[in-house]
């Protein structure tokens, strides 16, 4: 079973900066097109971010400007680079594809902005 892998989280202080990554565990499970969803708690989960396999990204306008997605396909890894945070992108982000109509799900990694 291929499982997508979050990292990066944590606590950061508001107009601070994290960069998370996600990386699948089978290396032969090419990451292609990758988004990065978000949920805080008693909330509906939210897409954030998109990036093609050609490498054409797209964002939510709640974090147009603010965040940057990428990705290293030697290294078969997906980033969000997060800048400028703001207690309101407090939640647990999820990286997310679908390969063969089947959803792929990190378990997400949880970003705390708070002073």
């Known amino acids: 079973q291929v499982q997508l892998m979050e990292s990066g989280g944590g606590l950061v202080q508001p107009g601070g900066s994290l960069r998370l990554s996600c990386t699948p565990s089978?290396?032969?499970?090419?990451?292609?097109?990758m988004a990065w969803f978000r949920q805080a708690p008693g909330q509906q989960r939210q897409w954030v971010a998109a990036?093609?396999?050609?490498?054409?990204?797209n964002y939510d306008d709640s974090v147009k400007c603010r965040f940057d997605i990428s990705k290293d396909d030697a290294k078969n890894t997906v980033y969000l680079q997060m800048n400028n945070l703001k207690p309101e992108d407090t939640a647990v982000y999820y990286c997310?594809?679908?390969?063969?109509?089947?959803?792929?799900w990190g378990e997400g990694t949880l970003v705390t902005v708070s002073s």
């Open positions: 997310k594809t679908i390969r063969r109509g089947v959803d792929y």
């Open positions: 089978t290396s032969t499970f090419s990451i292609l097109n």
């Open positions: 990036i093609s396999s050609g490498g054409v990204t």
